[in-house]
Every structure is written in structure tokens, then in C-alpha cells.
């Protein structure tokens, strides 16, 4: 059974992925990605996890226009998908593209740090 849900998962992650960049119009959803989803073992609901870079107002505005789409895109995968019941869709914000930014960033800084320390040893 697992197989099947990992499965109905990576297409739901393909096909709304698709449905985002392709069908939905809305300003508010710049640059997200989808990351991962995770579907409830009785098909009954979907989490859609995406990452989005950005500060929190711009977040906010990304997860209402989520909202507000989250029917289109549900009748989209209706269309898309067969299967007999399409899962209701939630979707939750996934800070891992943020994380590995910020850890990016704090490495590329101790990288310059330890050049100037030996910059500073062999003058």
C-alpha cells in the first residue's frame, strides 16, 4: 500500500506543479516550489509542502492565493489523475529551501573568513 501512495504522491507533486506554473493566473504566486506531498493513507487528503524565498508578507500572500486556487487546482487533478477520489488538498510551507540558504550563506562566510586568516598569516 505504500508503494501506491508514493506513488499517487509524485504525480500529485508533478501535476500541481504543472497546474501552478501553467493554468493558475494569480499574481500572488511568484516563485514557489513544490517539495514534497504526503497523502493521508485512507486518500482523503493531500499535503502539498512548498518552498517559497521571501520575507513573511510575501509568504502570506502566496499561501492566500494557495487558498483561493486550491479548488481549480483540485478539479485539475480531477482532470488529470485516475484515480477514484481526488484528495482534498492542504497546503503547508517548507522552510528547507530557506534553511539551506541561510546555511549556504553562513558557509560561504566562514570560507572568506578563513581566506583572510590566511591572507593575513602569510604577509
Known amino acids: 500500500m505504500s508503494e501506491r501512495l508514493a506513488r499517487l504522491a509524485q504525480e500529485i507533486k508533478r501535476e500541481v506543479?504543472?497546474?501552478?506554473?501553467?493554468?493558475?493566473?494569480?499574481?500572488?504566486?511568484?516563485?514557489i516550489s513544490i517539495t514534497d506531498?504526503?497523502?493521508?493513507?485512507?486518500?482523503?487528503?493531500?499535503?502539498?509542502?512548498f518552498s517559497q524565498l521571501?520575507?513573511?508578507e510575501e509568504r502570506a500572500r502566496t499561501m492566500?492565493?494557495?487558498?483561493?486556487?486550491?479548488g481549480f487546482i483540485r478539479?485539475?487533478?480531477?482532470?488529470?489523475?485516475?484515480?477514484r477520489h481526488i484528495p482534498e488538498i492542504a497546503f503547508v510551507?517548507?522552510?528547507s529551501l530557506e534553511h539551506g540558504a541561510k546555511m549556504d550563506a553562513l558557509l560561504r562566510s566562514l570560507q572568506i573568513?578563513?581566506?583572510d586568516e590566511t591572507?593575513?598569516?602569510?604577509?
Not at 506543479?17 to 516563485?31: A, F, H, N, Q
Not at 506531498?37 to 509542502?49: I, T
Request: without cysteine.
Open 17 to 31: 506543479s504543472s497546474i501552478l506554473t501553467t493554468e493558475v493566473k494569480d499574481p500572488r504566486l511568484g516563485m
Open 37 to 49: 506531498v504526503e497523502v493521508s493513507r485512507d486518500l482523503s487528503l493531500a499535503k502539498v509542502y
Open 54 to 56: 521571501g520575507d513573511e
Open 64 to 70: 492566500e492565493g494557495l487558498e483561493r486556487a486550491k
Open 75 to 83: 478539479s485539475e487533478l480531477a482532470k488529470r489523475i485516475r484515480v
Open 93 to 95: 510551507f517548507d522552510p
Open 113 to 115: 573568513a578563513k581566506e
Open 119 to 123: 591572507t593575513d598569516e602569510q604577509s
